[in-house]
């Protein structure tokens, strides 16, 4: 079992930064592929970042590639999501994710999800 935090979101104007966390707790989290979703209102909840299980790999949508980077360290069970130059379409409610089975990048198959926290981009 594996439970998941994040932190981080708040509001921003458009241009700026901000890097979400999400901590785990659960032995598993340092063999786990994590991945990070976003879900806007009145939209469906969509891919943004995945990462492998030593960091070695990750994988982006192509809505924020060279914005956002996705990070691990596997020392603090803790993934990160560094996001600049947001811009207000990147306003969301945003989610950890953790896989049960995979250690791979994977865009699906995630089976544990954190509570969300809200990024709000003004313009």
């Known amino acids: 079992q594996v439970q998941l935090v994040e932190s981080g979101g708040g509001l921003v104007q458009a241009g700026g930064s901000l890097r979400l966390s999400c901590a785990a707790s659960?032995?598993?989290?340092?063999?786990?592929?994590m991945g990070w979703f976003r879900q806007a209102p009145g939209k469906e909840r969509e891919f943004v970042a995945g990462i492998n299980w030593s960091g070695g790999s990750t994988h982006y949508a192509d809505s924020v590639k060279g914005r956002f980077t996705i990070s691990r360290d596997n020392a603090k069970n803790t993934v990160y999501l560094q996001m600049n130059s947001l811009k207000p379409e990147d306003t969301a409610d945003y989610y950890c994710?953790?896989?049960?089975?995979?250690?791979?990048?994977?865009?699906?198959?995630?089976?544990?999800w954190g509570q969300g926290t809200q990024v709000t981009v003004s313009s």
């Open positions: 659960g032995r598993t989290f340092s063999s786990s592929a």
């Open positions: 994710a953790a896989s049960r089975y995979y250690a791979r990048v994977v865009l699906t198959g995630y089976d544990y």
